[in-house]
């Protein structure tokens, strides 16, 4: 299909095949046989995590065995979380050979390190097949007018990322790889056996670009949904904004909330802060985000992040109200004030340069809310902690035991 005009190949277009180029090249695929009805992952080995019921159950079919073995997975993927296939003590030693040699493994990855802050938010490091790391964090909130407690897992899409926010620390790290949808999908078990609870929230604000991932990431949701119980509107897939995916995701009217990271009221202020928009007009971004409300009936929420002195002024918001009466009604705005992260010229704005902003958009009947600053946002940042241990994640790291599952209280 053509680009449709408002589209240019621009420094997006150039993101999009560097993604498809280290995707290609991250790992050296050894042919194995995959049973039908399975697509072929692109790793060495080919995981049996984010893998459905019905999918299992025909797998089990073509190694030769009885359906209702695949039910048996199910349940060792799923609720008993075993890790490799060896612990497979249900099913027979036959069965679990003829997985291994057929090339197959769960798909769980280690974790390399892990910090907790005083609040309780976790950040995980989990070490990839191919010593890549990637950040996973789990946020938990005591809601006490409801008595209960959410556990909300913040999950990564990419390896690094390829469009370089002039705010974010992934960005400044650089891009490997596209996560497989186990690699998403083992970062809410991570998280679970860490806190020992169960996730009920996720949201795709890891490290990474969600829309230069959606199949993954749509898969991983799908598991989320199908096999981990997880209600689609308790799921959020936030995007910086990538020309043509917005209807793509709206086109599987999915029950979740879109979260497009927007962070200036204007185009030319919106380039400086985020590079890629070069390739995608805010006016062209609004339609597609009007398109996904009328499609889903779910609302957009607008992320901003509140900048000193850049991007915090009055002026800015009123602006921005403006901005978003062009998008209809489901709007919600989430002010996001910065936390400055090493190397960075960005400065955190007074609480009161927040509420003015907030007054203004109030004022302009616009909902908005201030995101809490989570123990962890004040010193890592999303990408922070994995630039501290893989400077450079175009390399493969040594595996270090003592590095290993180690939980350090910020
Ligand atoms: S803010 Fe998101 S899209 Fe931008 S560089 Fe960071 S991870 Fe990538």
Redesign the pocket.
Known sequence: MAAPQHVRAAPLARALRATATATATASVPVPVPVPAGIKSQGTSRRALLGLSEPQLRQLAIDLGQQSYRGKQLHDLLYKSRAKQIQEFNHVPKAFREALLGAGWSVGRSPVHHAVTASDGTTKILLKLEDNRLIETVGIPVDDDNKGSSRLTACVSS?VG?????S?????KGGFARNLQPHEIVEQVLAIEETFKHRVTNVVF?????PMMNLKSVLEAHQCFNKELKIGQRMMTI???GVPNTIKMLASHKLQSTLAV?LHAPNQKLRETI?P?AKSYPLGALMDDCKSYFLETGRRVSFEYTLLAGINDEKEHAEELAELLRMCGGGYHVNLIPYNPIEGSEYKRPYRKVVQAFVDALEARKITVSVRRTRGLDANAA??QLRNEFQKNPLLEIEPSPSTERTLVAA
Not at 161 to 165: A, G, H, K, V, Y
């Open positions: 990419q990322c390829p469009l370089r926010c705010f974010c620390a992934t960005g604000m890891g490290m990474g670009e936030s995007t910086v990271s985020v890629s999303c990408g």
